[in-house]
């Protein structure tokens, strides 16, 4: 079965920088796009950034952009989210996530993945 595994959240103060790593198994990806999404205490779900296996396309959303980098190892079935900068309201869990490319799938929708990692832990203190 699928299995997405999270790594790399922890404590560190604003200015700071962490990099989270999401290690996939359990099939092949090369039709599939890997996310990241974030969840701060009492507020939904939000797209972080997002790239594709085989191309290599990314995005990112607005409040991360030219502070966070997602890349992606294809030898070792392994994405990364570089975090920098890193600022008290980037405080959340981390989810890794996979999603099929196929119509109607976006790479901004939680509803979109397929499968989810369990979450890091991320703070960043002031």
């Known amino acids: 079965q699928v299995q997405l595994v999270e790594s790399g959240g922890g404590l560190v103060q604003a200015g700071g920088f962490l990099r989270l790593s999401c290690a996939a198994s359990g099939r092949t990806f090369n039709s599939y796009a890997m996310g990241w999404f974030r969840q701060a205490p009492e507020k939904e779900r939000e797209f972080v950034a997002s790239?594709?296996?085989?191309?290599?396309?990314?995005y990112y959303a607005e409040s991360v952009k030219g502070r966070f980098t997602i890349s992606r190892d294809n030898a070792k079935n392994t994405v990364y989210l570089q975090m920098n900068s890193l600022k008290p309201e980037d405080t959340a869990v981390y989810y890794c996530a996979a999603r099929r490319l196929r119509s109607g799938s976006y790479y901004y929708s939680d509803s979109s993945y397929d499968y989810w990692g369990q979450g890091t832990q991320v703070t960043v203190s002031s």
């Open positions: 790239i594709t296996w085989s191309v290599g396309n990314i």
